[in-house]
């Protein structure tokens, strides 16, 4: 039985996107700079403004020789930040401290494995407030990676 269910949650996996260990997470058949310009057009699409966009993988890459570190992690990761006024207002009316979950955080990277996918997800919020945060992330993500 344990291996049946191994085998269907396989299946389920390679057939489209996956929240695993919170993490919803969809890979991209595209380029990682397409798929980045698609994260940034489903967040405007939105009516929505990026706060801000980290660049993780360029700073591991040019921080990892002061750390004497020897594995490239990424070829490429950014993780953009941005709020919603609407979906904050609600669910910071439902409960005060959802106030720390705070902009909202869409991300993307390419392992720095070769042949590497390019991955686009975020954070499921467990949260039950949360919900409407959750769909919207969603709503981007498959957006992005061409699946809305």
Do not use: H, W
């Not at 700079?33 to 405007?44: G, K, L, R, S």
């Amino acid at each position: 039985m344990q291996k049946l269910i191994g085998s269907v949650i396989a299946v389920m996996c390679l057939a489209g996107p996956a929240i695993a260990d919170g993490f919803y997470t969809i890979e991209v058949d595209a380029e990682f700079q397409d798929v980045v310009m698609d994260v940034e057009d489903a967040i405007t699409n939105q009516g929505l403004v990026i706060d801000s966009i980290s660049y993780v993988g360029q700073m591991l890459a040019r921080t990892g020789q002061d750390l004497d570190a020897d594995v490239d992690l990424f070829k490429d990761a950014q993780i953009f930040s941005f709020c919603s006024a609407t979906l904050s207002r609600e669910v910071m009316e439902a409960k005060l401290r959802n106030l720390q979950f705070c902009p909202y955080n869409v991300y993307v990277y390419q392992s720095a494995e070769k042949g590497a996918p390019v991955m686009v997800g975020y954070r499921e919020f467990n949260e039950p407030t949360m919900r409407p945060v959750n769909y919207l992330l969603q709503q981007i993500v498959a957006s992005a990676a061409g699946s809305n």
